[in-house]
């Protein structure tokens, strides 16, 4: 899991670099911000996509762990769900066959999961951290209260959303709505320090 943080780590790095772009055709050239502002919505929008990402790689090894016998079940994947057809293979199969198979199921399964929002997020971790009180730890972790990370985490989903789902134009307008760079730098900055904290807490990680 910990190449998996890594790789999340770069991700974000590269997110980060974007930064310098702005700032160079801001200020070298001149160019109004409100032009640049695609470059904002491109940072958000892969901030939430590189976490989201985390998330899925580590539900899905954590699940896999589980089901192939090596880690006890938490009570979410006891009542996970398994095809008549994939649990027919499995009865012949060797330990390699079987994570393959087993691997494709838990896949299809999480394809059709977000893990973004603060109650997506909990569901999610649910498979492999029994923790009861999962906001209360992370929020502690991040340095902000429960009500704050949650209500951060929701803002800047659904900020995503708006640029995604709907062009970032407003009900009321044709206009294109506005997103400044401390707004941006805040949510990357978020979204890697609840990484961060889950890594560490619900995994274990010694990052």
Request: net charge negative; glycine share 4%; aromatic share 10%.
């Amino acid at each position: 899991m910990l190449a998996k943080w890594n790789s999340f780590k770069r991700h974000i790095e590269d997110i980060r670099r974007v930064d310098h772009i702005y700032d160079h055709l801001v200020n070298q050239f001149n160019l109004p911000s409100a032009d640049l502002c695609d470059l904002l919505r491109i940072q958000l929008v892969n901030a939430v996509s590189a976490f989201d990402w985390l998330m899925h790689e580590y539900i899905h090894a954590g699940i896999m762990k589980q089901l192939m016998g090596n880690a006890p079940m938490t009570s979410k994947v006891k009542v996970f769900s398994i095809d008549a057809d994939t649990y027919s293979q499995l009865a012949t199969l060797d330990a390699i066959e079987k994570y393959e198979i087993l691997s494709v199921r838990v896949s299809s399964v999480l394809r059709t999961m977000s893990f973004q929002s603060p109650e997506k997020i909990k569901d999610g971790l649910s498979y492999i951290w029994e923790e009861p009180h999962k906001w209360q730890l992370l929020s502690q972790e991040c340095g902000l209260s429960e009500k704050d990370l949650r209500d951060k985490v929701k803002r800047y989903v659904e900020r995503r959303n708006q640029i995604v789902h709907e062009a970032d134009i407003g009900f009321d307008s044709e206009d294109r709505r506005e997103l400044e760079v401390g707004v941006v730098k805040d949510g990357i900055d978020l979204f890697f320090s609840l990484a961060y904290a889950i890594s560490k807490l619900a995994l274990g990680l010694q990052i």
